[in-house]
C-alpha cells in the first residue's frame, strides 16, 4: 500500500468565465479529513474583452500522512490552460509544455521516488485536470493556474463574472483586477458581490480588495463599457515568436430568417451513464419547442449508448408528439458512449437533431460520412464541444452549446437560419494566419484575431445567410505601436488549436500546444523537482534551471552509448538460453514418501484440494535425472488429453446474491436498481457483467461492462480492466478499440502493445499482432520499465513464435532479428498479468505431485518453470510444462501486497491458460477475476487435468 491518499478539488466557474465555481474538495476515502483551500489569490488583467485569469490556491492538509491531489474543472468551449505552477522547496516553479504521454510517463516514475512531481492535462471533454504530489501531512501546498479567455456581455457591456462558493472559513483572499484602457463599472445587482473600487493609474485602471478569516459566497463581477464604434485595431506583441496580433471584437448585429420545415427528421438521443449529468427536462422542452414549429411530420427517434438500441418511427400532429417525449422521460441512462461509431449518413432524413455531450468513450471512430444537416445539442458542463463543433461545420448545420442559453434561445437558434460569418477578405503579403478561417454560424459574439505585418492593414469581413451576403465590415488594424503584452497573441493561440481540434489534427496540435504553452488533449504542463529528471526525459526546463539542463544534455551526448544493441545482444543470449531449457528441461524423477504435519499448507486452494487425492500423503524426494527422450516417449505412448476447467467468478457481493434471486428476464431491471446506489463503483459493473456474461445476456453484460469507460475519462487501469473482460468474452473489435486508446498515452509500457497483439490475433490479423508483439523487443525502453517488468521480452517472444509457427506463411517477418526465431511448443502454458501498478501479484501452480511451481520454487522436479517475479508492476508472470504427467494441475493466483491505491480498491488480474501451446491441438481458456487489497490471499483460477 502506498504512503499517499488521494484527494480531489472540483473548480467550477460561470459559464461567463469557462464553464465553472471554486474548489470543493472530496476526500478519496472514508476516514480521512478533507484537504482544504486555506488561502486563494485572484489576479485578472483584461485589455479589450482579452482576460487572464489566474488563481493561486494554497491547499491544507489535516491529516497525518502525505497526500496525493487532484485538480479537476471544465474549461469552455475555445479556452485552455496556459500556466500551471508549483511550490518546490518554498519557489514557485513554472509547469513546462510537453508530450502527454512523455509528461504522463515522467510524473509516475517520479512519484514512484516520493518526490515533487506536478502535472496538468486536458482530459476528455475539454476537462482540466492537475496532478499534485506530495501534499504534506499536516501542512501546505501552493498551486497556481491561469488561463485566457474573452469576456461577453450584453450589448452595452462587456461583463467579468466569478462566482465565488466557498462555505469554510478561507485565512486569506485577495483580488487584483487591471483593466487597460477602459474605466470599468460595477454592476448592480441582487447578489452578494465583492466590492471593487478601480483607481486610475496611467493608462490602466486598477482595484485590490482582500479578507481574512471569512467565507466567501460572493461573485467577482465588473463591467467594462464596449466601444460604440472601433475606429482602429490596435496590436500586440508576441512572446513565444516574433510576430505582431491583432484581434477584434464586432458588434454584428443577430440576424435570423425563416427555415424551411423539413417533414422527416431524425432525434439521436445519447442514453449513456453520462446522461444524468445533463439538463435532460431542457433537452426535452428544447425538442417539444422544435416539434411545435414543424407542426406535421415524422420522428425517426434513435437511442444510443455503447451501441445503437432502439430505431422507432413517431408521426407529429399539430406540432404533438407525445408517446415520443413519453418515450424519451422514461429511458434508461447505462452504458458507454459510442458516439464515433454512428453512422450519420444511415439516417435518411432532413434534418438531424443530436442530443449528446459529445464525449464518445467506447467503440470504434466512423464519424466521416455525412448527408443531413446536424444540429448537435449539449446541455452538460463537460462536453467535447470541438467534436459536436465538427459535426456540424461536415453538415452546415448548427452547434448548440444549451449550457449557455436558455431553452427558449435555443429553440430560436435551431428553428431559424442564423446568420453567420462567410469569409475575410485581405492583402495576403500583410495578413496572415486569421481564424476564424471559414464559415461559421454566428452565436452571441463574433471575434477574429490573425498575424499582421507593415504598419497597416485592412480586412474585410462579409456575413450574411449560406453564400449570400448581407453585411460588410471594414476594420483598419494599426500597427504602428503594437502593445508590448502577449495577451493578444495568446487569445489567437487559443483560436487556432480551437480550429485545429474541429479538424482534429492531433500532430499540428501536439506541436501547436509546444509552441504556446498551451494544454491541449496532446500536451502537458508539467513540474519536476531535480533538473536530473528533466535531463532524463529530455524536457527542457523552465529558464532558471536550463544552463544546467543544457550542460548535463551535453555530458550527456558525449557519453552516450548503443544501449539498444546492448539489450538485443544480451536478449539474445537469454532466450538462447532459455531455449537449452526447452530443449532438455531438468526432469527429476520423484522418490514418494509421507509428509509431517509440518509441510500441510493452512490456506484451502485448489491446490489443496488435489492434495487431497490418493497422492496428497506424499511428498518427492529427488532421485536420479530422467531423460527428455524417455518422457517424450512415455507420453507418446499415454496420449492423454488435458481439460482446462476455470472456476467461474463469483465476488459474493449483496448486489450479485440479489440479481440472483430474480429470474433472467429481470436481470438487468434490477442492475438498474441496484446501480442507483452502487453506480460509483467500478467494481460493481465488473461482477454484474460478468454475471451477465455467464447467463448468456451478452449485449447486457456488454453495455453494463462500457460504463467503466464513463466513470474517469482517460483512467488507463479501468480502460486495462474494460479491454481485457472484454477480450475474455470474445469481443475482440470492442477490446481492440480499448487497446488502441490505451497505446495512445501509454505507448512507453509494453503491455499497451501485449494487449494490441493478442487482440489482433484473436482477429485474425496475425501481420499487425506479430508487429505490435515485437514493439516489447525493438522498442527502446527505459531502463527503469524492463527492470519493473523483468523477463516481459522472453514472454512475449513465445506468443510471437506461435503466431509465425502457425502462419509463417502468410507473415513479413524480415525485420525480426533471426536469434529471437525459436518455436518452444509446451503441454502447459499459464500467462497472468493485472491492472494496477505498483502492485506484486504471485503466479502459483502445484502439480500432481503436489509441488508449487512458485517465486520461491522456479523450476519443479516434473520440468515446470516459472518467469521472474514481477513486484512493482502489471506483470506478466509466466509458467510452462513442456511435458506434463498425467494428473490434475492446480492454478492460483495469491495478491501479496500493493504499495498503490488504484480506482478500483481491487486489482483485476487475468489469466490465459494454454495446453498444448504453440500446436494445432492448442487450447485456450481465458478469466479475469478481482482480489481485494484488504484481503491478501490466494484465489482459484482453475485446473488442468491431463488423462488417458
Not at 461509431?341 to 460520412?369: M, R, V, Y
Not at 469569409?423 to 461559421?440: C, G, L, R, W, Y
Not at 504602428?480 to 480551437?498: C, F, P, T, V, Y
Not at 489469466?911 to 492448442?922: S, W
Request: glycine share 4%; aromatic share 10%.
Amino acid at each position: 500500500m502506498n504512503k499517499y491518499a488521494t484527494f480531489i478539488v472540483f473548480l467550477m466557474y460561470s459559464f461567463t468565465l469557462c464553464a465553472q465555481g471554486i474548489p470543493m474538495i472530496s476526500p478519496a476515502e472514508n476516514g480521512t479529513n478533507p484537504i482544504e483551500l486555506s488561502s486563494l489569490h485572484i489576479n485578472v488583467f483584461v485589455i479589450d474583452n482579452m482576460a487572464t485569469t489566474t488563481l493561486e490556491m494554497q491547499f491544507y492538509n489535516d491529516n497525518d500522512r502525505v497526500m496525493q491531489g487532484e485538480l479537476n474543472f471544465p474549461l469552455g468551449n475555445g479556452v485552455t490552460v496556459s500556466r500551471f505552477a508549483l511550490d518546490v522547496n518554498g519557489e514557485m516553479r513554472e509547469g513546462v509544455v510537453v508530450d502527454k504521454e512523455t509528461a504522463t510517463q515522467a510524473f509516475e516514475a517520479v512519484t514512484r521516488r516520493n518526490v515533487d512531481p506536478g502535472l496538468a492535462e486536458v482530459t476528455k471533454g475539454n476537462n482540466f485536470k492537475a496532478r499534485v504530489y506530495p501534499i504534506p501531512a499536516q501542512g501546505y501546498k501552493k498551486a497556481l493556474v491561469a488561463f485566457e479567455h474573452e469576456i461577453d456581455g450584453d450589448v452595452d457591456n462587456f461583463i467579468y463574472q466569478l462566482p465565488l462558493s466557498i462555505k469554510h472559513v478561507l485565512k486569506k483572499f485577495s483580488v487584483k483586477v487591471e483593466v487597460v484602457l477602459n474605466k470599468p463599472k460595477i454592476i448592480k445587482s441582487k447578489s452578494p458581490k465583492i466590492n471593487l473600487d478601480f483607481t486610475e493609474a496611467r493608462n490602466s485602471y486598477i482595484s485590490e480588495y482582500q479578507e481574512e478569516n471569512k467565507t466567501l459566497e460572493r461573485h467577482l463581477t465588473f463591467a467594462i463599457p464596449r466601444p460604440k464604434k472601433v475606429s482602429k485595431v490596435v496590436t500586440y506583441k508576441g512572446a513565444a515568436t516574433s510576430d505582431n496580433y491583432f484581434y477584434s471584437y464586432l458588434n454584428i448585429k443577430p440576424e435570423q430568417r425563416e427555415k424551411k420545415k423539413p417533414k422527416n427528421i431524425t432525434v439521436v438521443w445519447d442514453v449513456s451513464s453520462s446522461g444524468k449529468d445533463r439538463a435532460i427536462e431542457n433537452e426535452l422542452e428544447i425538442l417539444e419547442g422544435y416539434l411545435n414549429w414543424m407542426q406535421q411530420g415524422q420522428v425517426n427517434l434513435v437511442t444510443f449508448s455503447n451501441t445503437i438500441h432502439t430505431t422507432t418511427k413517431y408521426q407529429i400532429a399539430n406540432g404533438i408528439c407525445s408517446p415520443l417525449i413519453s418515450t424519451l422521460k422514461t429511458v434508461n441512462y447505462d452504458g458507454g458512449t459510442a458516439i464515433n461509431a454512428i453512422d450519420f449518413s444511415s439516417f435518411k432524413s432532413e434534418d438531424i437533431l443530436l442530443f449528446s455531450d459529445g464525449i464518445s468513450t467506447f467503440g470504434t471512430k466512423n464519424h466521416k460520412n455525412f448527408e443531413a444537416p446536424i444540429t448537435a445539442i449539449n446541455t452538460a458542463t463537460i462536453a467535447n464541444h470541438s467534436l459536436l463543433d465538427y459535426f456540424a461545420a461536415c453538415t452546415n448545420g448548427i452547434y448548440i452549446n444549451a449550457f449557455e442559453a436558455s431553452v427558449n434561445q435555443t429553440i430560436e437558434k435551431i428553428t431559424q437560419e442564423q446568420k453567420q460569418f462567410i469569409k475575410a477578405e485581405f492583402d495576403t503579403t500583410k495578413i496572415k494566419e486569421v481564424f476564424p478561417n471559414s464559415a461559421q454560424k454566428l452565436r452571441d459574439n463574433f471575434s477574429l484575431s490573425g498575424k499582421i505585418e507593415g504598419d497597416q492593414a485592412e480586412v474585410t469581413l462579409h456575413f450574411g445567410f449560406g453564400d449570400n451576403i448581407t453585411e460588410t465590415k471594414k476594420i483598419i488594424i494599426d500597427n504602428s505601436e503594437a502593445l508590448d503584452h502577449n495577451l493578444g497573441e495568446r487569445i489567437w493561440a487559443q483560436k487556432k488549436l480551437k480550429t485545429l481540434l474541429v479538424r482534429q489534427d492531433a500532430s499540428t496540435i501536439r506541436s501547436h500546444g509546444k509552441k504556446f504553452n498551451l494544454v491541449t488533449p496532446n500536451t502537458s504542463l508539467i513540474v519536476l523537482d531535480d533538473v536530473a529528471d528533466y535531463v532524463h526525459y529530455k524536457i527542457v526546463p523552465p529558464l532558471s534551471l536550463q544552463e544546467e539542463y543544457y550542460r548535463r544534455i551535453s555530458a550527456q551526448n558525449e557519453q552516450k552509448k548503443d544501449s539498444k544493441a546492448q539489450r538485443i545482444s544480451s536478449l539474445c543470449q537469454t532466450f538462447n538460453a532459455d531455449f537449452d531449457w526447452w530443449k532438455n528441461p531438468p526432469i527429476k524423477k520423484p522418490e514418494l514418501k509421507k509428509s509431517t504435519p509440518s509441510e500441510s499448507r493452512s490456506r484451502e486452494t485448489v491446490s489443496d484440494r488435489i492434495a487431497s487425492s490418493p497422492q496428497a500423503d506424499m511428498i518427492m524426494e529427488v532421485n536420479e535425472i530422467a531423460s527428455e527422450d524417455e518422457l517424450s516417449s512415455k507420453k507418446s505412448e499415454k496420449q492423454s488429453k488435458p481439460t482446462i476447467t476455470i472456476v467461474a467468478w463469483d465476488s459474493n457481493e449483496p448486489y450479485i446474491n440479489t440479481l440472483k434471486s430474480v429470474a433472467k428476464e429481470n436481470i438487468y431491471a434490477t442492475y438498474l436498481t441496484l446501480k442507483e446506489k452502487n453506480g460509483a463503483n467500478p467494481s460493481f459493473y465488473f461482477d454484474v457483467a460478468t454475471y451477465m456474461f455467464q447467463k448468456s445476456l451478452r449485449a447486457e453484460g456488454l453495455r453494463v461492462i462500457s460504463n467503466l469507460a464513463e466513470l474517469e475519462l482517460e483512467n488507463t487501469e479501468l480502460l486495462r480492466t474494460l479491454g481485457r473482460k472484454l477480450y475474455e468474452y470474445n469481443f475482440f473489435n470492442e477490446a481492440l478499440a480499448v487497446f488502441k486508446e490505451v497505446l495512445e498515452t501509454r505507448s512507453f509500457e509494453p503491455h499497451s502493445y501485449i494487449d494490441l497483439g493478442l487482440t489482433y490475433t484473436e482477429l485474425g490479423e496475425h501481420q499487425k499482432a506479430v508487429d505490435n508483439l515485437y514493439q516489447v523487443i525493438a522498442k527502446e525502453w527505459e531502463p527503469e520499465s524492463l527492470a519493473r517488468f523483468n523477463g516481459i521480452e522472453l514472454i512475449t517472444l513465445h506468443d510471437i513464435n506461435n503466431i509465425i509457427a502457425k502462419h509463417k506463411e502468410k507473415l513479413d517477418i524480415s525485420f525480426i532479428n533471426p536469434c529471437f526465431i525459436k518455436h518452444m511448443p509446451v503441454d502447459i502454458r499459464i500467462v497472468i498479468d493485472w491492472d494496477a501498478n505498483e502492485t506484486d501479484i504471485d503466479l502459483w501452480i502445484t502439480d500432481p505431485h503436489t509441488e508449487r511451481c512458485s517465486y520461491n520454487n522456479t523450476n519443479t522436479r516434473l520440468g515446470g518453470r516459472i518467469s521472474y517475479d514481477v513486484t512493482q508492476g502489471y506483470g506478466p508472470e509466466e509458467f510452462r510444462l513442456k511435458h506434463a504427467i498425467d494428473g490434475a494441475y492446480g492454478i492460483d493466483v495469491n495478491f501479496y501486497g500493493s504499495r498503490k491505491q488504484t480506482v478500483l480498491d481491487k486489482v483485476t488480474v487475468r489469466a490465459l491458460v494454454y495446453t498444448n501451446f504453440g500446436t494445432k491441438e492448442e487450447q485456450k481458456e481465458v478469466l479475469t477475476l478481482q482480489l481485494e487489497p484488504a484481503k491478501n490471499g490466494d484465489f482459484n483460477v482453475g485446473t488442468i487435468e491431463f488423462k488417458k
